[in-house]
């Protein structure tokens, strides 16, 4: 494991020859040697790697078995050298049974050996002509070669500090699986060795249960099946493998090559345990009781070994395929909690402000999909822009139009005069441009709105994201404030997506161009005057950085959990030749500093639905003290 937390592991698919222990054993040291190069920790091998795992009835004769066992002290005594622990699979003897085992060996020992627990004989499988089910085998020795091993299904192996266990095949298909009880035990790793023959349909259903058991378990989950060589008298062996993590899958091989296969990839440690800790449920089922744990110290790997990992620079985007389904999703989300609100309050209208932006944008279209929703007339929509001394032409005419468009109620209320008066009133220089400035403007559109909703007896509906509230940009009882906010869960990232996916939904041309340029709009509260050409002066990501950044930041510190150096090393993979370190650590600062100075707007933020992965609401996924310290997080930047 590095200094990150990640730890390098893999899963490879050989060639084999059936019943060929030594044509076997040569791909199996080869592919070692190669994770070896690549800076791998532990890899796994396919179940019955050894012999095949087709070999039938020849599995009972004494010449393969002891062959197999001769290969595989061979196998351990050539990669003592390696800095590296292989999971391979074997038949052995014990008793006057045999067993479907998974041995770990390290450094020329074996480490110990896993026999597995369900031997299926239903279908196509016939394993109980052959083997004994391991289930319930625990604290027993197993001889190999010359010397006794721990043998049982309960073992877990810890190497560097990292523990893992082992699964065979069928024991993942099961009701009660044997890794969910080696992750209670302590397991952050699991490891199958499987040999699992081809069926129309079945692949998809396996690669979901590979990534929902990481996910069941909080563990990687590390699946490698047999591939070209194994018998193709009666069945097809393509040679599947992936790697999982918490639900995510990392990596897999392509299936039906006729080449073999090694994929690699760094899984978090750190983030599980993360995980772990945070998750109750898991905490609850943990086990008591005690379970034989291996441990063992292996020569670290290639330090220069490159991080076999995609690092997503946009956490909270989902993957393109599934983003039709996700953004339908979460407008579905807002519409339905606002729904709610409204029916629950009476309110048949609701009051918003429109500036041309992205947030009220988007805040826009999902009250319309909720008045479409509810049946109710879009009339009841009172989209209001409110001119101030910032506002520029783009984003004025945008707002117009597009309410026109939408069909909603418009008014117009320039601010201007009022926050004049204002000015005059506690004695502003309306020419000092202070935060006092900005604020007065923010407070006089809240105002109206609230004051207009209590006279139409309708709700305000809140346009700010989740990166303003993480950043506390917004004003406190100004746009801070409202009766419900449905962007309140969702980064600002995650805003421009979602309104270039309505665009490309929208029901008229014109609605679309707007969208789209709305997007295109620089992000601007618009509270400082124009600049001479009249466009926007007051651009928000050069103040306080850029919003991809800071959602980055804000995604790994609430939902990975990650201290400050491992963000700035995992944004700096990210965003590679975009962003340099420099840069990416003066705004980490920025966000350390203002996510913890801010924390009283978030204290008192109103209601709004959770839409994305992260919520910063105080009633829902984010306790903290308002006055909380950021001088630790910011220490540790400091040394960097």
């Not at 197999?68 to 049974?97: D, T």
């Not at 609230?450 to 994201?465: E, F, H, P, Q, R």
């Not at 651009?539 to 201290?563: C, R």
Request: proline share 4%; hydrophobic share 40%.
């Amino acid at each position: 494991m590095n200094q990150y937390g990640f730890l390098k592991v893999a899963a490879a698919v050989p060639h084999v020859e059936v019943a060929d222990c030594d044509f076997n054993t040569s791909r199996i040291l080869a592919l070692m040697e190669e994770a070896a190069g690549r800076g791998v920790e532990i890899i796994a091998f396919p179940e019955l790697s050894l012999t095949a795992y087709t070999c039938g009835d020849l599995m009972l004769q004494p010449t393969l078995l002891n062959g197999a066992e001769e290969a595989l002290s061979r196998l351990i005594k050539k990669s003592r050298k390696l800095p590296l622990v292989g999971i391979v699979g074997a038949p052995l003897r014990h008793g006057s049974a045999i067993y479907n085992c998974a041995v770990v060996f390290s450094q020329g020992k074996v480490l110990g050996i896993v026999p597995k627990s369900y031997i299926p004989d239903y279908s196509e499988f016939y394993e109980n002509r052959v083997f004994t089910s391991g289930a319930g085998i625990t604290d027993e020795q197993i001889r190999v070669g010359d010397h006794d091993c721990d043998f049982g299904v309960d073992l877990t192996f810890e190497v560097n500090g990292v523990e893992f266990g082992v699964e065979i095949c069928e024991d993942l298909w099961v009701a009660q699986q044997p890794s969910s009880q080696l992750a209670l035990d302590g397991a952050k790793v699991i490891f199958n060795l499987s040999a699992s023959p081809e069926a129309v349909g079945k692949h998809a259903y396996l690669r979901q249960l590979v990534i929902q058991q990481s996910a069941r378990t909080l563990s990687a989950y590390v699946y490698t099946s047999a591939g070209f060589g194994e018998s193709s008298s009666d069945l097809v062996f393509a040679g599947k493998a992936f790697i999982a993590e918490s639900g995510h899958l990392m990596a897999e091989t392509e299936r039906f090559s006729l080449e073999e296969k090694l994929i690699v990839a760094d899984v978090d440690i750190e983030l599980l345990e993360f995980q772990r800790q945070r998750n109750t449920s898991f905490r609850v089922n943990e086990s008591g009781s005690e379970n034989t744990v291996i441990e063992m110290e292996v020569p670290e790997a290639l330090q220069s070994a490159s991080l076999d990992r995609m690092i997503n620079p946009y956490p909270f985007l989902p993957v393109a395929e599934e983003q039709e389904v996700c953004f339908e999703e979460m407008f579905e989300i807002q519409s339905h909690g606002l729904a709610k609100r409204m029916r629950h309050t009476g309110s048949k209208c609701a009051v918003i402000g429109i500036s041309g932006g992205l947030d009220s944008t988007l805040a826009l279209l999902g009250i319309v999909r909720t008045f479409d929703k509810l049946g109710l007339d879009r009339k009841g929509i009172y989209g209001v822009t409110m001119p101030g001394f910032g506002t520029t032409d783009r984003t004025y005419h945008n707002a117009v139009e597009l309410m026109q468009l939408l069909g909603i109620s418009s008014l117009e209320i320039p601010i201007r005069e009022a926050c004049l008066q204002h000015f005059r009133d506690i004695g502003i220089d309306p020419n000092d441009h202070s935060a006092a400035y900005e604020n007065a403007q923010a407070r006089e559109r809240t105002q109206i709105l609230m004051d207009l909703a209590n006279k139409l007896g309708g709700l305000v509906i809140g346009t700010g994201d989740l990166s303003e509230l993480a950043l506390g940009w917004a004003t406190y009882n100004g746009d801070q404030m409202s009766m419900y906010g449905i962007n309140a869960s969702i980064p600002k990232t995650l805003v421009r997506k979602l309104v270039m996916w309505a665009a490309s939904k929208a029901k008229t041309t014109r609605v679309a161009e707007i969208l789209r340029d709305v997007v295109a709009t620089p992000v601007s509260p618009e509270l400082l005057p124009a600049n001479d050409e009249g466009t926007i002066a007051q651009k928000t990501e050069d103040l306080v950085g850029p919003y991809e950044l800071h959602d980055f930041f804000l995604y790994h510190f609430i939902n990975s959990g990650y201290a400050p150096e491992k963000i700035l090393y995992m944004a700096e993979c990210a965003f590679a030749g975009e962003y340099d370190r420099a840069t990416i650590l003066r705004w980490l600062k920025v966000f350390f500093r203002r996510f913890f100075s801010q924390q009283f707007k978030r204290s008192a933020m109103p209601d709004g639905p959770k839409v994305g992965l992260v919520s910063l609401s105080p009633r829902g996924d984010w306790r903290m003290p308002s006055d909380a310290s950021a001088r630790m997080w910011l220490n540790e930047l400091e040394k960097l």
